[in-house]
């Protein structure tokens, strides 16, 4: 069903290959362009959710599409901005992390919902969004900050920061994962 929190989830989708797009002719507006639209698709992260929780229109379309929306948003900017080099070789690391987790957390999660086993989101984890997104941003626009703002600086700190809290909400969506998963298994024979 088509409605305001799903179109939202939809156009972050669209934006994706517009902000990879902006990678590819390098200039300062384009990283401010390419910043203002990665801004309008965590913007339209946080309203989806919200208007479908307040409107009363979460759907199995949303749940589906939502953190989709996220992981290819996420890994794309983190791909480009590894590809691109604006970020030090030191940095590919976190981004790695954080993609590795995101694919993990994607799988435990599908694993789990055939078992009917909900997998909520906790606090921690926003806050990892909310920094990861934040130092992407900063890496996104790079040297074309004003030099008074240490853009790449601030940003592969906070990817650092985002990939630590990323080791300890994965760890976290594991263990619960393993829990569920050994109770389904069969007892052992001696």
């Given at each position: 069903?088509?409605?305001?929190?799903?179109?939202?989830?939809?156009?972050?989708?669209?934006?994706?290959?517009?902000?990879?797009?902006?990678?590819?002719f390098?200039?300062?507006?384009?990283?401010?362009?390419?910043?203002?639209?990665?801004?309008?698709?965590?913007?339209?992260?946080?309203?989806?959710?919200?208007?479908?929780?307040?409107?009363?229109?979460?759907?199995?379309?949303?749940?589906?599409?939502?953190?989709?929306?996220?992981?290819?948003?996420?890994?794309?900017?983190?791909?480009?901005?590894?590809?691109?080099?604006?970020?030090?070789?030191?940095?590919?690391?976190?981004?790695?992390?954080?993609?590795?987790?995101?694919i993990?957390?994607?799988?435990?999660?599908?694993?789990?919902?055939?078992?009917?086993?909900?997998?909520?989101?906790?606090?921690?984890?926003?806050?990892?969004?909310?920094?990861?997104?934040?130092?992407?941003?900063?890496?996104?626009?790079?040297?074309?900050?004003?030099?008074?703002?240490?853009?790449?600086?601030?940003?592969?700190?906070?990817?650092?920061?985002?990939?630590?809290?990323?080791?300890?909400?994965?760890?976290?969506?594991?263990?619960?994962?393993?829990?569920?998963?050994?109770?389904?298994l069969?007892p052992?024979?001696?």
């Open positions: 069903m088509l409605n305001l929190p799903n179109i939202l989830t939809m156009s972050r989708i669209v934006i994706i290959p517009l902000v990879v797009a902006t990678f590819f390098d200039s300062p507006a384009m990283r401010w362009t390419a910043l203002g639209l990665f801004t309008m698709a965590g913007v339209t992260d946080f309203f989806d959710g919200y208007l479908a929780r307040r409107a009363n229109q979460v759907s199995a379309m949303g749940r589906f599409l939502d953190p989709i929306a996220d992981k290819l948003l996420v890994a794309s900017v983190l791909m480009m901005i590894v590809a691109f080099d604006r970020v030090g070789r030191w940095s590919y690391l976190p981004a790695l992390v954080i993609m590795l987790r995101e993990l957390v994607s799988g435990l999660r599908e694993f789990l919902a055939e078992l009917r086993v909900s997998v909520p989101v906790t606090k921690l984890a926003k806050a990892k969004t909310t920094v990861q997104m934040i130092a992407l941003g900063f890496l996104i626009v790079g040297s074309a900050s004003p030099t008074w703002i240490p853009a790449e600086f601030i940003g592969e700190i906070g990817i650092w920061i985002a990939a630590a809290i990323t080791l300890i909400t994965g760890y976290d969506y594991l263990k619960s994962g393993i829990r569920h998963m050994a109770s389904d069969p052992s024979n001696p």
